[in-house]
């Protein structure tokens, strides 16, 4: 009989996190038992504690966030590659541990989670203007994505300039003068993008109740949500909420419509490229897809297992058909 699986995730605040639900239905799908735990841990020094029980074998796989996602890189005895690092050029913060062969090794799934998300959306991204608000863990783990996946523009903002910056200084080594630092607050040169990606905290936790969307709209109203309502871009919003996200229902009172594509079929195989098609609008649960497909990669690098992502993305929005 396989022994039990012993999975977890370190962070700090992450009593509401849909990672537990989600890696139940992983478990359910790849019919293995086992326990996925939620380790709170205060400092640096708790969340290495729960690394090290990784490395003794007293658990089989770990989900990192917010804020051990570099500890665990610094932690890990080994990284793997993704888009972010051809060629060396930069590594990220992780938020997945595994061991092989005796070696901690660290591994970001969110770039895989994004582009299986976007490619699942039909969403082809060749050719295309990308707005990229926020340069955190999520912001560097998919801005290297976003031009693999082909477009031809990247701007990058974020409210702290330097770490905007930084990226596009290392990303244009790989892609020379496809990325390019869009100054927050000023929205010149924005009216013409073809995917908005938001991958800042702005509305975090929080539903899109009216002083959630009037607060974001304080944030984000130097966007030019008059010039989208004619020619509406994607918006496709890293962060997750019951119902709307604050700024997909902020987009939605500006005028942009609404597009439940992430309702329907999903695919899992990132390599899968649409033909040409470009949804516009907001695209309804893409955080929770995103979620569960950088999940799903997680728990196949745990494991060797490959999920139904559709499944598991059913297990946190119920309403979503997991027959397709
Ligand atoms: N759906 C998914 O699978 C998925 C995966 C990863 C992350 N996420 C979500 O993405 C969001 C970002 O995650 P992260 O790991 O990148 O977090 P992080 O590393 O803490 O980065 C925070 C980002 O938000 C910006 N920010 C924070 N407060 C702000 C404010 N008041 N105004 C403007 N910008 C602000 C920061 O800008 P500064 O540099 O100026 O501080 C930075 O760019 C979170 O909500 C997370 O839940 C979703």
Redesign the pocket.
Known sequence: MTAPLRLGLVGHGIQHSLSPRLHAAAFGIAERIGSYTLFDCADAADAVAVFDRLRSGELDGLNV??PF?ALALQSADAWMRTAQHRAGVFTQ?A?TLFMQENRLVAAST?GF?LTAALLGAQVDLVGKRVLLL??????Q?VAAELLDLGAAQLRIA???PG?AQALVDRLNILWPRHALVQT?GDARGLAGVDVVVH????G?GQTATPDAVSWIAA?LGWLPWSAWKTRPPLLAD???ADGLTPLQALAQTRGLPLDVRLNEAPVYEPRIHPQSRAPIGILQHF??A??AH?AARAFELWTGQRVDTQRMLAAILPGLRSDG
């Open positions: 966030t917010t996602k913060p938020n969110d989670g926020g340069t955190g863990g999520a912001g783990a974020n409210r702290t770490p927050w991958a800042t905290r702005l975090h944030q890293l962060l997750y955080g929770e995103m979620l950088q």
